[in-house]
């Protein structure tokens, strides 16, 4: 068991659930958002249906992260989620909202608003608890002696309001960018003209984050000012996306346009990771700190090596099958 | 008072834990009703059990669903409210926990999908198969779970270094002291809920005169099944009492309300525990009744409360209630199940009202007697989380108020409000639509995925929408 380092490579799993989460339920999260402001009914059950087929698979990736957490770095878990307390059960809570109107919404009919509020709202609230994680998480944690010593708002900053929001944004860009590769007609002309408008959103949140966060901490600001020039890559890599998204959206090229969004957030998402490495409790607890005995790493990477590559398939097999444009009336009962 | 964070958060797990456990015992169960009913269509050829397998089949897919999105709660609340346990213990529990969702995953990828969707997609035997293989792979979850849970109650093959667990043996720490009763009890009750359900489902059709070929083929088969069943979990039960008596006589204490350690101690039917007076105020007991059971001799020395502090003894009125209402309900199951034998004579077993209406009302007793056992077992090992190792006091999470766990309290209650009624109220829905020849999932379509189980079922939650112009489309 020596011969590898255990904790890093559940490091890396861990961190590819999540951007895998992140990218899989972002669009259909951002769907939501987008929501209430959709041209009409008949937008709504396209959008619906554009991630009927796969948004339940795409939260499998938060479970497996959360399940994964627990057993590979208890300490990550045993201080986030404290620190977090109100923020998981915001989410949470938007989670299953979303998760009961998906299926109900299309069962119903006198009670179909109802539905469609639950959904738009509990998409929201768990977008937004999301990115306010994300923020605390950049600006660290108060903690002693391996335990969680800060209060129930802690989390709640300006700065993790700005980040949450700008998740929002994120997801409702990553949305509207999916809806045009899924829709036709008047329901891709609507997605497509709001995408200029989200993609400003995201800009300025993403250059007040980038502003912001290396004055932070000391050690983020060494990180990026000092020796690893290489890491500036990935901000500008980032950007080169946004313009990417925006240009090819204008010109209709609309899985270009839905890849670069899954761009601008791999690197967005790596350039944070690279902020804080290998802090996993920043400023204090590295991914080695909080690690689990090797023996318990070692007995539940068998069981994921194994299940992985099967839930990555069948997800691949499951979005082969439903590629294309959904239309108004298609798969509506 | 001030808000105790302990008693809220001890609260607010037995709520989310007690919503969540009602939905899986039941589908334990009903995944192998429908594996026999598949098994049977395969080795008959006869379309009843087919017509059956579907309609179990949809009802499946509604409370799996509800299942697993109440399940979700059930993965953080480890993490948010008592993080020093999930610290000390994250070496064992954390993988145990992990393996249950790679398996729900696994199954979830794999065969329930074929369950769901593809009746005709496949042939007969192999979608037997793939209800065959969710039935095994819900056990198997059960199976992580119980050992996990059952750990806790008997912990071994682990050392403590430095203030965590560590496991030494995973053998011994999986398959611990009390491991074999519980996972034995559990699923024998996973199979008299889906049994009492298939029940109290055919006696309400037989009632209404629907389908009565392929409702009177289910309730007899289920009843020869609850006949063997009920008085085999009676038997289990109390070798699972005895394993306690063994592990954890403070538990058992608690169940009988007796507070001394002594001889010739009476069967309790009813009693008022008074913990101040350190003595029940009133009761009613048969005479030697918990020595002979407990001891098998009516001189047998029962242990009693006396043997710790007062702080240290569990909360003797739930403890002991709920004990009894589940041994009742577990005795009035057996009681339906005898009686199902002796008015088979003549068939009035398909035309008694009483008997049948009888069925109705105990659908829900296993849930109730389910949701009673594990109050027993829960409150029973009270302080202790981690049995002898760790109590409540040091496992909570240091930074919780009061006023934080009451929020969150109160907005699961409201989150599993809407669930719960929506869930039953369509679960109604399905149920009444019954058996019906035409089966939806010939039309598939794109939000049918295997992923989303509830899509399985085909039927309307509310009546047609009126807000839309009737000529569109």
Not at chain 1, 156 to 173: E, K, N
Not at chain 2, 380 to 389: A, E, K, N, Q, T
Request: hydrophobic share 55%; net charge negative.
């Amino acid at each position: 068991m020596e011969m590898f380092d255990l904790s890093l490579i559940w490091a890396v799993i861990i961190a590819f659930g999540v951007i895998m989460y992140v990218l899989m339920d972002g669009f259909d999260l951002g769907l939501g958002i987008l929501f209430p402001f959709a041209p009409d009914e008949d937008a709504r059950d396209v959008m619906m249906n554009s991630v009927a087929p796969v948004w339940d698979g795409n939260e499998t990736w938060l479970v497996l992260g959360g399940a994964g957490l627990i057993g590979a770095f208890p300490l990550v878990y045993s201080i986030l989620l404290p620190a977090m307390y109100i923020g998981i059960f915001l989410m949470l809570a938007g989670l299953i909202f979303r998760g009961v109107a998906f299926e109900f919404r299309f069962k119903s009919g006198r009670t179909r608003n109802w539905w469609n509020a639950a959904f738009a709202g509990g998409s929201f609230v768990a977008a937004f608890a999301q990115g306010a994680v994300v923020g605390a998480y950049i600006e660290g944690f108060e903690t002693a002696d391996r335990v969680f010593t800060g209060g129930a708002l802690d989390w709640l900053t300006p700065f993790s309001v700005i980040t949450g929001l700008g998740l929002v944004a994120g997801y409702a860009l990553l949305g509207a960018t999916w809806l045009v590769l899924k829709s036709e007609g008047h329901v891709r002309d609507w997605a497509r003209a709001l995408v200029p408008k989200l993609l400003v959103g995201v800009v300025v949140v993403f250059a007040v984050v980038s502003l912001w966060t290396p004055w932070i901490d000391p050690g983020v600001w060494e990180r990026w000012f000092d020796h690893m020039q290489v890491i500036w890559l990935l901000p500008a890599l980032a950007l080169a996306c946004v313009i990417g998204i925006y240009a090819a959206n204008r010109k209709g090229r609309e899985l270009m346009a839905f890849l670069f969004t899954l761009g601008m957030f791999v690197f967005t998402y790596l350039g944070l990771l690279v902020s804080r490495w290998p802090y996993v409790i920043p400023p204090d607890y590295t991914l080695w700190d909080a690690a689990s005995a090797p023996e318990s790493q070692f007995f539940l990477l068998i069981g994921v090596l194994f299940v992985v590559p099967i839930i990555l398939t069948y997800t691949a097999w499951s979005y082969w099958v439903f590629r294309g444009k959904v239309r108004v009336g298609d798969g509506y009962h | 008072m001030a808000l105790d964070p302990i008693l809220l958060s001890r609260l607010q797990f037995a709520f989310v834990v007690s919503f969540h456990a009602i939905f899986p015992v039941f589908t334990i169960g009903l995944a192998s009703y429908i594996a026999v009913l598949q098994g049977l269509y395969v080795s008959t050829g006869n379309r009843v059990w087919d017509r059956l397998g579907l309609f179990w089949t949809k009802v499946f897919a509604v409370v799996f669903g509800m299942g697993v999105v109440s399940g979700i709660v059930m993965a953080f609340q480890f993490g948010t409210n008592w993080s020093n346990f999930s610290q000390m213990a994250a070496n064992f529990i954390g993988p145990m926990l992990s393996y249950e969702v790679v398996t729900a995953f696994f199954l979830e990828a794999g065969f329930l999908g074929v369950l769901l969707f593809g009746r005709h997609r496949v042939s007969p035997a192999v979608h037997f198969f793939a209800a065959l293989m969710v039935a095994v792979g819900t056990f198997i979850s059960a199976f992580w779970i119980l050992a996990t849970n059952s750990w806790m109650q008997t912990p071994d093959g682990y050392e403590i270094r430095e203030g965590v667990i560590h496991v030494t043996s995973w053998v011994d720490a999986i398959f611990n002291a009390s491991f074999p009763y519980r996972f034995t009890h559990m699923a024998l009750a996973a199979f008299l809920t889906g049994g009492f359900v298939v029940t109290g489902v055919s006696a309400w059709f037989l009632l209404r005169g629907r389908d009565i070929d392929a409702h009177k083929r289910a309730l007899s088969m289920t009843l020869w099944l609850l006949l063997f069943l009920a008085p085999l979990q009676a038997f289990v039960g109390d070798e699972h009492g005895l394993n306690t008596l063994e592990h954890q006589p403070m538990k058992i204490a608690a169940m009988e309300g007796n507070w001394e350690t002594e001889s010739n101690v009476p069967l309790l039917l009813f009693a008022l525990p008074d913990r101040d007076l350190q003595a029940n105020r009133v009761e009613i007991g048969i005479p030697n009744g918990a020595s002979l059971i407990l001891r098998h001799d009516p001189d047998g020395v029962v242990p009693g409360l006396d043997q710790i502090d007062r702080a240290q003894q569990p909360p003797v009125w739930i403890t002991f209630y709920s004990f009894r209402v589940m041994v009742a309900l577990g005795l009035l199951m057996i009681a339906f199940a005898v009686a199902g034998l002796v008015l088979r004579k003549g068939g009035r077993v398909y035309r008694s009202r009483w008997f049948l209406r009888g069925l109705q009302g105990m659908s829900l007793a296993p849930f109730v007697a389910v949701v009673a056992g594990w109050f027993v077992t829960e409150t029973g090992r009270s302080p202790w989380l981690i049995y002898g190792v760790l109590d409540y006091a040091d496992a909570i999470t240091p930074s919780l108020s009061g006023g934080m766990v009451l929020f969150t309290l109160l907005g699961y209650i409201a989150v599993y409000a809407v669930i719960f009624i929506a869930g039953v109220y369509y679960l109604c829905k399905v149920i009444n639509q019954g058996l019906d020849e035409h089966d939806d999932t010939e039309d598939l379509d794109s939000h049918d995925r295997p992923a989303r189980p509830m899509s399985a079922a085909h039927v309307p939650f509310d009546d047609a929408r009126d807000d839309r112009a009737p000529n569109r489309s």
